[in-house]
């Protein structure tokens, strides 16, 4: 069975956690292969709510293995949180959760200078979990993997480059900049068990021919390399990643599921070239729920983008489309898309209103979130769909019309 990968085509958020619940149902084994507790992937199970920052959605899959890859930098304390939090309620962790010894590890001082960088003026608007210093840490060869946690002395040792490092660039601003000893303990007491050759276990799984998901965090648009630089995340979002990030060639990755929502939203900083601010636009964010999961800030919110939308399924290699939270637009008379300009991506095109193109299409009156097939949508709804399956000559597979994992539809097997 294929190496199958589930990516967001837009800038996060776009509703990844619930596709990929969906899909992990399938799965012998669930990767996540790049990010850590910057995303926030929101799971509706059974009427509650859960958020999983660092752990695979499909943890709650308990036939599914979970893996945690080396393109991940993991923050021990969400970790552990996020481990007591399943334990909790029920899920049986041990056995299932296989983290990449040479995943890297987040230090407080990562933390501490992301969030000193956020008070200047060439704020980023990250989610200020030390994402970026730790990918720095790691790209400049002084970061700690969490294999080094087997030796506390020798990791110990290594922590002082980073320490050096970065109270030489912050000195002044910096208050706790340094793991403690016991910290330190902490970390290894909780991640050691866990740890493994992970590439080893995936690429074991799909040579047996297993069903493996890997897991998108953040969107293309996010992409170190592809995305809206320098208004991105620090890490290889886009479905290569999951070469890179989880140590399988690009041979074994069969399909590949893009993910956007029926429009668009943006948390932090950086060009958006749909975004609407309007009463219309806060209207959009309060039915849409359309606040961080992780930081819980407003997103910025626009109309759907098709040029971003084909570049993304160009540099993902997308063979079929899952449209979430398509329920959102019930109710409106019109609907507009774009769909003609450069991309966001593209720096002559940042700011790029004058040269916008849109469509406008009609809307629906009627409440979808109960529709099972396609055709029980209303006409409108479905020539919406149409519309951005032609433009973007890729398949739609699943559509959402609901947070509930029965709100859903599905118009063709993704897998195969
Ligand atoms: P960082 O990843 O915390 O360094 O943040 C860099 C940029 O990516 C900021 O604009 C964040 O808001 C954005 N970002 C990071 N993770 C996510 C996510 O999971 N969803 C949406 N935006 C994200």
Redesign the pocket.
Known sequence: MPGLVVVGLQ???EGKGKVVDYYGERAHMVVRYA?GA???HTLVVNGKKTILRLIPSGILNPDAICVMAQGMVIDPEVFAQEIKTLREAGIKIDGRLFVSDKASLILPIHIEV?QIRELGANK??????G??PTYEDKIARRGLKLGDLRDLDAARTKLWNSFYYWTSAYEKQLNNPLMSKQNIVEAAEILLPFLTDTSALINQALCKGKNVLFEG???TM?DIDHGTYP????SSAVAGGACTGAGVGPTKINKVVGITKAYTT?????PFPTEITDAFAAELRTKGNEF?S?TGRPRRIGWLDLPDLEYACMVNGVTALAITKLDIFSGLESIQVCYSKGTATDFKTEITEPLQAYETLPGWEEDISLASRFSDLPKNAQRYVECVESYLATPVCLISVGAGRSNTIITRDAFV
């Open positions: 800038y996060g958020d990010g910057n995303a926030g992301d980023i608007g990250t989610t200020k979990k994402v970026g965090a953040q969107g996010l208004y991105v995340t620090s943006r948390v932090g900083e950086g961080g992780v």
